[in-house]
């Protein structure tokens, strides 16, 4: 039986590439994203990476603050293809530009509900699906961190923040989860040919091929390489970076 997995943020850039690479694994896929519009992505664009891959996929409006909406959404995960295996937590927004006491409390706010807390309310209500599921040894969390979830970024103080709060979720849980079967990561990009490097560039003034500089293989890593990485962790074999962080970046140094 196919392998079933819930991917948030999944209508472009590393959510959409985790879609595709986890269909192309033979997974079937519950792809989900707020469609909020410009900056965030667009119903148009979660309709799209539903359209490519078929019956593989079903997609629905969510927005990970919403812990209701993704219980509804586990539940009809489960009635379709009646488990769940992987859940993979890539929702996220940035906002920065200024230093720690020039950033605002609505700022600070919007990234930690989104990019922390919609990991956690994606936690709270995937898991419990897998526990009770057919084959809980088989079953993953896994998060979208970032290097800024282990490096400190010039003006990036409350991403810095919340990403840091996300490997320390995943490793909560995989605590939590000890002598289940289900093991829970964190995987860091780093700079990703993304809308969201290009938002995270523009804060900056400076070009995604500058970002990318500070890596050490010198350009721009592609969504589907974070994608690969991500397929790892969700795989039985991924049990090994239980707790851990797999950090994708390309030899990342600020």
């Given amino acids: 039986m196919s392998r079933v997995a819930l991917v948030t943020g999944a209508a472009r850039g590393i959510g959409a590439a985790t879609v595709a690479r986890l269909v192309a694994d033979g997974y079937r896929v519950m792809a989900v994203d707020s469609c909020e519009g410009a900056p965030l992505a667009t119903r148009a664009e979660l309709d799209a990476v539903a359209a490519v891959h078929g019956d593989a996929v079903l997609h629905r409006v969510v927005d990970v603050r919403d812990r209701g909406a993704l219980t509804e959404t586990v539940a009809r995960t489960l009635e379709t293809w009646g488990r769940l295996d992987v859940a993979v937590a890539s929702a996220a927004v940035i906002r920065g530009g200024a230093p720690l006491w020039e950033t605002s409390e609505a700022d600070l706010d919007l990234l930690w509900d989104v990019d922390a807390k919609g990991v956690w309310n994606t936690a709270a209500v995937a898991v419990p699906a897998m526990l009770a599921g057919p ?3 088989g079953c993953r969390f896994v998060a979208v961190a970032s290097a800024a979830g282990s490096q400190g970024m010039f003006h990036l103080a409350a991403y810095n923040a919340v990403k840091h709060s996300v490997v320390g979720i995943v490793k ?3 605590a939590d989860l000890v002598g289940t079967g ?14 969201m490097l290009q938002a995270t560039a523009d804060l ?14 010198r350009r721009l890593i592609d969504p589907a390489e974070i994608a690969a990485a991500i397929a790892f962790c969700a795989s039985p074999a991924g049990s090994v ?3 851990s962080v797999l950090h994708a970046d390309g030899g990342f140094a600020p």
């Fill in 172 to 174: 909560g849980l995989a």
């Fill in 241 to 243: 970076v239980n707790g």
């Fill in 182 to 195: 289900v093991t829970a990561c964190a995987v860091s990009p780093g700079a990703t040919d993304s809308q």
């Fill in 204 to 217: 900056y003034d400076v070009t995604p091929a500058e970002l990318a500089s500070h890596q050490l293989i």
């Fill in 135 to 137: 084959d809980p040894s």
